[in-house]
């Protein structure tokens, strides 16, 4: 962990004198750097032998911010880059390529905004065996917290926000023949007869309080809360499970389809008619 402080201190040292004033109400790279590997925690992805993380950054930043970083942005990049490989030797993730990072002007972006694109992909060499298929990248935006003047930290608006700015984020959500239920916040999500639940379904069937939903490990677990009869992943019975995008799931008689996927700009979200009460 002392490299990467190391690290930070150098990213610190770029903005010092003259660079320093431009970034007291902006955005500070060492902000940057820590939503990085931020993105590279949240999008990794666990093989048999090996927990892969994304490899490829875009870093979206205002038209002011650009400005800003534009005297030294190759020595950031270079900074940025070796701060995502120390944190993936720390982490042991295991990255396909070495770590590439670019920066992109953003016009939808306002002062002391920014976005990170994280993308895990292999490159244009062969792919080693057991390795997962590049990923379309997963893009998150943060906002730069002032405190007198001086940043002091980064937040995650909200995907309403994000939908804002145009960038692609996920949307995560299990779809029943009754509509589309979106897994917003941090869960967990109850399923169950009862309108109580966050996911309804209207089975007699179902239990009242049937089954839950929640995070784990940067992914989905569904769990059985001891139903009468029973959830089912893929038609076999389970009571607690890791769920991937495309998943079946059988509570009671009814079947939901839990679906993770990116929404790229000018894509809506598909929130049929009938959809969950969040």
Same mark, same amino acid.
């Given at each position: ?22 970034? =007291? ?10 939503a990085l590997? *931020?993105?590279?925690?949240?999008? =990794? ?7 892969? +993380?994304?490899?490829?950054? @875009? ?18 990049? $270079? ?6 490989? @120390?944190?993936?030797?720390? *982490? ?5 390529? #070495? #770590?590439?990072? =670019? ?7 306002r ?6 694109? +994280? *993308?895990?992909?292999?490159g !244009?060499? #062969?792919?080693e ?21 001086v940043?002091?930290? @980064?937040? +995650?608006?909200? #995907? ?9 984020r ?6 029943? *023949? $009754? ?6 916040? &941090? ?10 639940? !966050?996911?309804?379904?209207? !089975?007699?069937n ?5 089954? &839950? ?10 769990? $059985? ?8 992943? !893929?038609?076999?019975?389970?009571d ?9 799931? @059988? ?8 679906v993770? &996927? ?12 009938g +959809?969950? &009460? =969040?």
């Amino acid at each position: 962990m002392g490299i990467l402080k190391n690290i930070e201190k150098r990213m610190e040292s770029l903005v010092e004198g003259v660079f320093g004033r431009a970034f =007291r109400r902006q955005i500070h790279p060492v902000e940057i750097a820590k939503a990085l590997t *931020k993105q590279m925690d949240e999008g =990794r992805m666990v093989s048999i032998s090996r927990t892969y +993380a994304p490899n490829d950054f @875009t870093v979206h930043l205002s038209e002011e911010d650009t400005e800003s970083i534009r005297a030294y942005q190759d020595a950031l990049r $270079d900074e940025l880059i070796q701060y995502a490989s @120390t944190h993936a030797e720390n *982490k042991d993730y295991h990255l396909m390529t #070495p #770590p590439r990072v =670019r920066f992109e002007t953003e016009d939808s972006l306002r002062f002391g905004e920014f976005g990170i694109t +994280a *993308k895990l992909t292999g490159g !244009d060499g #062969p792919r080693e065996k057991g390795a997962p298929q590049d990923t379309s990248g997963q893009t998150r935006i943060f906002r730069t917290e002032d405190t007198g003047g001086v940043a002091q930290g @980064t937040s +995650a608006i909200s #995907p309403e926000e994000a939908q804002q700015h145009g960038l692609a984020r996920e949307v995560v959500e299990v779809v029943t *023949k $009754d509509g589309s239920f979106p897994l917003e916040g &941090r869960g967990p999500w109850t399923v169950g007869r009862s309108h109580e639940n !966050d996911i309804v379904i209207p !089975d007699p069937n179902v239990s009242r309080k049937h089954a &839950r939903l929640s995070r784990a490990d940067n992914g989905y677990v569904v769990e $059985d809360l001891g139903s009468t009869n029973g959830t089912l992943l !893929d038609g076999a019975p389970i009571d607690r499970e890791r769920i991937e995008s495309g998943d079946e799931l @059988t509570f009671g008689q009814s079947t939901a389809r839990f679906v993770r &996927r990116i929404d790229s700009p000018g894509e809506g979200e598909r929130n049929p008619s009938g +959809a969950g &009460r =969040r």
